[in-house]
């Protein structure tokens, strides 16, 4: 049995966390991430666009100092940022360059989401990339970021990039296999987010590498079907997981689009503007 989503897939928005990115030294993934960026230059000749939104640059700085625990002060989590962004994105392009491939570095903030000059620009800077043929690696500003306005892994942000770019499909790689019922069984598909299905979402269990979590992961599936974007949920680990989701092998947690909210023009950004403001108010 196979999934059918309500619309082709032509592009897709692909969240890595930063436990998909670094492993428990704090240094890159290279044979996941490897694979990573094949299965993206398949989905390419396919005429399939995908955008990265990629944590890790934080863990990886880490790595790069020989930490092993989260510093917790902002300038100390900003400069870590800054060495690992680097260390992230030279990782990408290498990697990308032996698929054939070849991608840029775009890092955003709530800013460029809340002005709607900014939002024009950077979907029209993302939609310019994928027509070139060039893999967007997103993350968030975290040199820039203040810890009021952050996204929370990344979660949120891939969600707000599945809305900007409008994606056919958000995929949300983890270290679990999708959203766990109170028998540890996971949901094959979420028609409605209810505040039952919300209590299933946890915390992450490590701290050191990931700030999210799948509570997270939910508000971010929130964001993202409301905007008429299917999520699937499920484990990064997976052979070829890109390539099987797309293909809609029922693997992970399927969850269902919206269709009751049409967006366009202004109505879009200012919907994209309501969750800064509800976040800013909490």
Not at 83 to 101: D, H, N, P, W
Not at 197 to 220: L, P, Q, Y
Request: charged share 25%; with cysteine; net charge positive.
């Amino acid at each position: 049995m196979t999934r059918t989503f309500n619309r082709p897939i032509r592009r897709v928005v692909v969240k890595l966390g930063s436990s998909q990115i670094a492993d428990y030294a704090l240094k890159p993934r290279r044979a996941q991430l490897r694979s990573l960026a094949s299965q993206v230059g398949r989905l390419r000749k396919r005429g399939i666009e995908v955008v990265l939104v990629s944590s890790g640059a934080i863990v990886l700085g880490m790595g790069e100092l020989g930490e092993k625990k989260r510093p917790t002060e902002l300038a100390s989590l900003q400069a870590r940022a800054a060495i690992g962004q680097a260390v992230l994105m030279r990782t990408y392009s290498k990697l990308f360059e032996k698929a054939g491939l070849k991608c840029a570095q775009v890092l955003l903030t709530w800013d460029d989401f809340k002005a709607r000059v900014r939002f024009l620009n950077s979907r029209h800077t993302l939609d310019n990339l994928l027509k070139e043929g060039v893999i967007p690696v997103i993350n968030e500003n975290d040199t820039t970021s203040t810890q009021e306005i952050k996204f929370g892994d990344n979660d949120k942000l891939s969600a707000l990039v599945a809305g900007l770019v409008r994606a056919d499909l958000l995929l949300i790689l983890s270290d679990v296999s999708g959203l766990y019922d109170a028998d540890k069984r996971v949901f094959e598909e979420v028609k409605e987010i209810t505040a039952q299905i919300e209590g299933f979402g946890g915390g992450t269990k490590n701290i050191h590498i990931a700030r999210g979590g799948m509570k997270t992961k939910i508000e971010a599936v929130k964001i993202a079907t409301h905007a008429g974007v299917p999520c699937v949920i499920t484990a990064g680990n997976i052979r070829d997981v890109l390539l099987h989701v797309v293909d809609g092998q029922k693997i992970g947690t399927y969850f269902i689009e919206k269709n009751d909210k049409i967006l366009d023009g202004d109505m879009e950004h200012e919907f994209i503007r309501s969750h800064f403001k509800n976040r800013a108010s909490r």
